[in-house]
Nanobody
Framework: QVHLVKSGGGLVQSGDSLRLSCAAT?????????MGWYRQAPGKGRELVAK???????TYADSVKGNVTISGDNAKKMLHLQIDSLKPDDTAVYYCNAGANGTYYIVSELCRNVDIDAWGQGTQVTVSS
């Protein structure tokens, strides 16, 4: 099992910066191959913001490139999302996600055949104009 605990979020002004963090705990954290942040705006579906793989490769949604930075501390199983120059369009519930694929990423025998798609509780980010 993997449990995700988030911190950060809240009400900010347009142009402000914000940092969201997510901590992964549990028996299978060593098996995680990717962690990321998703968001869901009012009336819209959940979308990827950014994700980072175990090898450090990061992927960003086109809509946030240039003002979002994702980073991770693999030893501490922490994930951070720095959002700069916030806009009202960034208003959404942000979710931390962690994934493991027990077929393609097996860091130890413990991880073999362990598939994980874990979600943290969402955190509301509201950007006022």
């Amino acid at each position: 099992q993997v449990h995700l605990v988030k911190s950060g979020g809240g009400l900010v002004q347009s142009g402000d910066s914000l940092r969201l963090s997510c901590a992964a705990t549990g028996q299978y954290t060593r098996c995680l191959s990717v962690m990321g942040w998703y968001r869901q705006a009012p009336g819209k579906g959940r979308e990827l913001v950014a994700k980072i793989s175990h090898d450090g490769t990061s992927t960003y949604a086109d809509s946030v490139k240039g003002n979002v930075t994702i980073s991770g501390d693999n030893a501490k199983k922490m994930l951070h999302l720095q959002i700069d120059s916030l806009k009202p369009d960034d208003t959404a519930v942000y979710y931390c996600n962690a994934g493991a694929n027990g077929t393609y990423y097996i860091v130890s025998e413990l991880c073999r055949n362990v598939d994980i798609d874990a979600w943290g509780q969402g955190t509301q980010v509201t950007v006022s104009s």
